[in-house]
Nanobody, 119 residues
Framework: QVQLVESGGGLVQAGGSLRLSCAFS????????MSWFRQAPGKEREFVGT????????ESAESVKGRFTFSRDNAKNTVYLQMNSLKPEDTAVYYC????????????WGQGTQVTVSS
């Protein structure tokens, strides 16, 4: 059974940075595309970005382009979300999710980590 455990959330001032981590266990990490989603209070969950199985390609939502970067270390079974130039509207619970390569549905989700950006 795959487990995803996020860490690195917290409180930061606008303009600051945070790096989230998501530790993967239970299966072969490199078999999975990894993504980040977020959900703000009273809003639907939204896609933040994704990184391919080998880190060779990434996609990100327009709202975070140029500020957030995605990376992974397959030797450490960990995916990262580097968030720079944070804005109050980035405040949300951030989730990592895993889906098998060539599959569209996400099989596994983490428990989430809270990111709060103060103005």
């Amino acid at each position: 059974q795959v487990q995803l455990v996020e860490s690195g959330g917290g409180l930061v001032q606008a303009g600051g940075s945070l790096r989230l981590s998501c530790a993967f266990s239970g299966r072969t990490f490199s078999s999975y595309t990894m993504s980040w989603f977020r959900q703000a209070p009273g809003k639907e969950r939204e896609f933040v970005g994704t990184i391919s199985w080998n880190g060779g390609s990434t996609e990100s939502a327009e709202s975070v382009k140029g500020r957030f970067t995605f990376s992974r270390d397959n030797a450490k079974n960990t995916v990262y979300l580097q968030m720079n130039s944070l804005k109050p509207e980035d405040t949300a619970v951030y989730y990592c999710a895993a889906r098998r390569r060539f599959q569209s549905n996400y099989d596994y989700w983490g428990q989430g980590t809270q990111v709060t950006v103060s103005s």
